[in-house]
């Protein structure tokens, strides 16, 4: 059965950093194009970053200033969201999700809440 699971989130104060992990299950993670999206409530969810089976890194609209980045890593079939400093306005439910031949696998999400 294929499927990932997001995890790593919590309470972080602005400005700090904070890194996601999407451990993928029933599949290798490095052969596809996996993805992170966030959603804030009330709105939908959006793409935010992701690694290709190429390992090019794909910048979504609004997140290309470079605060949000994504790496693999190989040897547990796990990718990575690295998100770097931090503000409010990235409070959100962020989920990992796989596109395997068309056919989009998603974790439940983990949430980041960033607060004082």
């Known amino acids: 059965q294929m499927q990932v699971v997001d995890s790593g989130g919590g309470l972080v104060q602005p400005g700090r950093s904070l890194v996601l992990s999407c451990a993928a299950s029933?599949?290798?993670?490095?052969?596809?194009?996996v993805q992170w999206y966030r959603q804030v409530p009330g709105k939908e969810r959006v793409p935010v970053v992701g690694i290709d089976s190429m390992n090019s890194i794909l910048h979504y609209k609004g997140f290309t200033g470079g605060r949000f980045t994504v790496s693999r890593g190989n040897a547990n079939n796990t990718v990575y969201l690295h998100l770097n400093n931090l503000t409010p306005e990235d409070t959100a439910v962020y989920y990992c999700?796989?596109?395997?031949?068309?056919?989009?696998?998603w974790g439940k999400g983990s949430l980041v809440i960033v607060s004082s």
């Open positions: 999700a796989a596109n395997i031949r068309g056919r989009m696998v």
């Open positions: 029933g599949f290798t993670a490095s052969d596809n194009l």
